[in-house]
């Protein structure tokens, strides 16, 4: 059997941090070799998906930096790297201190990407616009995209998206294929799981063997209500991918299932890894933590604790909307109304988001309010009810 594009790319990676490994950060340090390495270790920690990994990323960053000093390059790595953890705060610092960092284009969009989180969306979007204007990439349009399917321009996104892959080469087939998931995730959210399915069949062809891809033909699969062939994608993939969230939903495939024992050896594999990495003093999985005891164990009190803590991060609907969930767990439903009506005054448009919101109607008033939110998410994916993953 012919290794996969994955298998492929990995091992080209590999071969070139090995010969780089002995001298990349020796003193006196080569700017250039450093550079290249420390990219390389984090381009591969990003692609298979090794948190763990990331832990060496960051100690080769630190040693380059403190020898080499504020390189644009470096800072730029150190500030996506703190921006992948949800570190806003030190991305701000990042931005600072790299040489001229910040008057870059990708400075411009690591701006952009700030705004967006923190709850500035016309910040963010004319960020973006302006990136795209000075440096028209894939992943600048890409970004634009995200943010308009999530305020609820679904036809804007996938034009963006259209857009962002006639940007790539032939060489390109990863960004390809992730460019594809993301158009499919679009159909899948709105109920249509023929065109999801193709979208993933073509980033499946275009990159062969991405944990990515069947991560995410695992969900569509949990979608259209074939569990057990969903939890053995799943399976798969996290043996190649242990990710803690994958861990978590196969739980909730099994679970689904009537498979009690199996379900819960995977909450317990996945709850352990978010609450270490709490304690390690991480942030990122703050926003799993809230979805794993608002949904998994109905912890309401725990769910709100750890809303709280990510909104102290990045105030957004996301966020917000998350926050409203857990107080509705815990009973609050007065703040938890107010809280969503926050949440939804962005603008943002899901189908699970508006199904929440009309719980929390439901729970608190008879206003008519919560019969007017399910008909907007049945407009969206009249499977709104269907499994699906928490990203």
Same mark, same amino acid.
């Given at each position: 059997m012919s290794a996969t594009d994955f298998d492929v790319e990995l091992q080209k990676i590999d071969q070139v941090i090995a010969e780089l490994e002995p001298d990349a950060l020796a003193v006196p340090i080569n700017s250039e070799g450093a550079t290249k390495y420390v990219y390389l270790l984090y381009q591969r920690a990003?692609?298979?998906g090794d948190l763990a990994a990331f832990g060496k990323v960051e100690a080769a960053l630190k040693q380059a930096i403190d020898e080499i000093g504020p390189a644009q390059d470096l800072y730029l790595l150190k500030a996506n790297l703190d921006f992948k953890f949800h570190r806003l705060a030190d991305v701000k610092l990042d931005l600072a201190a790299g040489r001229d960092l910040s008057g870059t284009t990708q400075g411009k969009v690591l701006r952009a990407d700030l705004d967006f989180q @923190? !709850? #500035?969306?016309?910040? /963010? #979007? #004319? !960020?973006? @616009? @302006? /990136?795209?204007r000075d440096d028209l990439t894939w992943d600048n349009l890409a970004r634009l995209a995200y943010l308009k399917w999530k305020l609820g321009d679904t036809a804007g996104a996938d034009q963006l998206y259209a857009e962002a892959e006639d940007e790539l080469t032939a060489k390109e087939m990863r960004h390809y294929a992730w460019i594809e998931l993301q158009q499919g995730v679009l159909d899948l959210r709105q109920g249509r799981y023929a065109d999801a399915q193709a979208h993933y069949d073509r980033a499946d062809r275009g990159y062969s063997g991405y944990w990515l891809v $069947?991560?995410?033909? %695992?969900? +569509?699969? !949990? $979608?259209? !209500? +074939?569990? /057990? @062939? %969903?939890a053995a994608l799943y399976e798969r993939v996290i043996a190649r991918a242990a990710k803690p969230e994958l861990q978590q939903a196969l739980g909730e495939l099994y679970d689904t299932m009537g498979e009690k024992d199996r379900a819960g050896a995977c909450y317990e594999k996945s709850l352990k890894a978010y609450l270490d990495s709490a304690a390690q003093g991480d942030v990122h999985f703050y926003h799993h933590l809230v979805d794993f005891y608002a949904n998994v164990r109905r912890d309401g009190g725990e769910a709100v604790k750890w809303a709280r803590k990510d909104i102290e991060l990045r105030r957004n609907f996301s966020t917000l909307a998350a926050l409203a969930w857990a107080l509705y767990r815990a009973g609050e439903f007065p703040e938890a109304r107010e809280t969503m009506a926050e949440a939804l005054a962005s603008g943002a448009s899901d189908a699970h988001l508006f199904y929440q919101a009309a719980m929390i109607h439901q729970a608190f008033s008879v206003n008519g309010e919560a019969e007017r939110y399910l008909r907007l998410a049945a407009e969206i994916n009249p499977n709104y009810q269907s499994f699906h993953v928490h990203r």
């Open positions: 990003s692609l298979a @923190e !709850g #500035r969306y016309d910040n /963010a #979007r #004319r !960020g973006y @616009e @302006e /990136a795209i $069947a991560d995410h033909q %695992a969900e +569509l699969s !949990g $979608a259209q !209500g +074939l569990f /057990a @062939e %969903a």
